[in-house]
Every structure is written in C-alpha cells, then in structure tokens.
C-alpha cells in the first residue's frame, strides 16, 4: 500500500478490452498510477494515447502493483493467466472483475492465497457506458479485511448503492452475478413472449409497455431496458456467446445442486437458438430478436 498508510496508488489492469480500457481511463482520472496489459498488442496505441502505462507483459503489471485487477471475457481466461498471477506480491490485492465460473474462481483465488496474495471477487454489472461514467455495480465477495482493501478502487468504479458484499468465499461473487443474469435473461423472455401476444391479439405496443411495467408483472428489465428493446436496441454491449456460456454454467450449476432448473434450461435453450441463428456477436437481446422473426412481429413503439 502507499507509504501514507492504507490507500493503494499502484493499479494495475489485465484486460482492457471494452470494460478493461474505460476502467483504466476512470482510474487513472482519480488519481491511481496505472499500468495496464492485453494479450491483442493492438491496444496498446490506444492506451498510450490515454496516457495509461503499458507494460511489456501480465508478469510485469502483476508483479509492480498494490492492486491489480484481471478484466478478462471469462474465467478460463483467467485461469489461463494463471502463471502471470503467480508474480503478484504478498499481500497485494488480487481484484477479478470477471464473470467466472465459481468454481474455477474458487480454485484459482485459493490457488493465489497459498501464495500470499489477498483476493476479492467483483464481477461487474453494466456495460462499457457504465464503466467510463463509474456507474457500475458489483456483486463482491471475499474475506472483510481484503474487500476493505479494494474498495478504494471499486468505489471509483460505480457507487456504494450498487455495490453488494454477497459473501467470503471466492465464488459467491461470480455466482450471485450469475444468478442476476438469469432472472435479467429470463424477464427478457417473458416480456418479449407477453409483448408479442399483446401485439398479435390487437393491443398497441406503447399501451402495453405502460399497463405491464406499472404491474405486478413489472420489473428492472421494464423500467430500464424495454424501452431499448421497442428502439430496435439488442444490446451491443455483450457477445451472444458469452450469454450462452453463462446460461450454461448457471443451468450445470442447478443440476449439481439438485435444485430445479425448467426455466434456466428454457431460458437457455432459446438463447442457444439464437446464438445459431445470429452467431457470436454483440447483442445481450438478440434472443427477443429470435422470438420477433418466429412471430413475424417486430416490436417498435
């Protein structure tokens, strides 16, 4: 930590794709020290650009650094910068922002406190508006001691009221976010199939988005996002595979665990569908575009 006492000034950051680099930007505004890396040597112009630190590899930010934060598309990536982490120091902080398997998150943090590296799980809600705007919300779990040690970084990021300690282990962070992301994906089924039958049965779509959000049916996915979705907006802040992968992992996760699963499989099986149907692009919505072109309906306000 800083020699003044307890505040960290030396960040550094793995991953500065579409969330990673906003991120550095927000940090270095505050006044951090930050030394970024991304394995696509194509950022790095942009990142000087910003007047953000390289570094010639993850070794080298991981091993220079009081906190360092991997901002990587999933956890096998990160698992896969498994041998970078090992350079971190003892007793720097150890901050993924990954939305990760929780089992692969509980055993890479282990793996890292055997070496005397402090660990936080963060994984982020929001997209990269969030991020450069430090609106971002975070499902975080990890001993008390460790998570007081990254909130003067997390709080830069996206304020208190959106932040949410869900636990100590490793994998409670990633696990709460998946479950977040299941209801979200789910209301986005229900609304998408509730709206298109309105439409088809002759009610105006305006009409409906104002009678169902203000009913018990209404939700976060209708106060902040169908408004998007009748816009014609599928969300290109997220990859459809990515979408796919996470409905997997929380769908595994329920059959181990002997709980039911109906709708996390129905939910996970249309987006499958319309991951074949579109492919691997950016769009957290494309499955309500799925269920528009099977109705032959386009839902517009």
Known sequence: MSAGGSLPTRVGIIGTGRMGFPIAQRLLAAGFEVTAFDADLAVEPRLLAAGIATAPNADVVAA????????LPDGDAVHASRSSLSAVRPGSVWVDLSSADPALAEEDQVWARARGVRTVS????????????????????????????????????????????VGIRPGDGPLVKLLANLLWFGQLIAATEALLLGVRKGIDVSVLREALGASAGGSAFFDRHI???LAGDYLEDFPLDRCVDELRT???????????RELATVVTRIHEQALDRFGPVLGEML???LLEERAEVELRA
């Open 250 to 260: 929380i769908t595994r996760i329920a059959e181990e665990a002997g709980t039911p």
């Open 287 to 289: 499955a309500a575009r």
């Open 227 to 229: 408004d998007l979705l």
């Open 64 to 71: 220079s650094v009081e906190v360092l934060l991997t901002v």
């Open 122 to 165: 963060a994984p982020m809600a929001g997209g990269p508006h969030e991020a450069a705007n430090g609106e971002l919300g975070f499902f975080v779990s990890g001993e008390r001691v460790d998570v007081a040690a990254a909130l003067p970084v997390l709080s830069r990021l996206g304020p208190a009221g959106k932040r949410t300690i």
